[in-house]
């Protein structure tokens, strides 16, 4: 088992500003807001947060335990 990517790029699907960030452990992030032109990103449909969503790495529960288990944020 590797190791878990805590830092993502966030990428803008409006500006496409990108920003790397340091994903939290125990909680889903599930708005995120541009610092360019502040829209407010909410995670895509069937996705758990906006990392999943918009950012080069997954969140750390679907890295442990992949997308279909069900134990992501609560899930």
């Known amino acids: 088992m590797s190791a878990v990517i ?5 990428t803008c699907p409006v500006c496409s500003h990108t ?3 340091i994903m939290p452990t125990d909680a889903c992030q ?3 807001e ?6 407010v990103l909410k995670p895509k ?3 758990c947060c906006v990392y999943c969503s ?7 529960p679907i890295q442990e335990h992949g997308k279909n288990s ?3 944020c609560g899930g």
């Not at 541009?34 to 829209?39: G, I, V």
């Not at 918009?54 to 750390?60: F, Q, S």
Request: glycine residues 10%; proline residues 10%.
């Open 54 to 60: 918009y950012g080069t790495v997954p969140c750390p």
């Open 19 to 21: 920003k790397a960030e």
């Open 45 to 47: 449909p069937g996705d």
């Open 6 to 10: 805590l830092e993502s790029a966030l």
């Open 30 to 32: 599930w708005f995120y």
């Open 34 to 39: 541009c610092e360019q032109c502040h829209t």
């Open 70 to 72: 069900g134990d992501c």
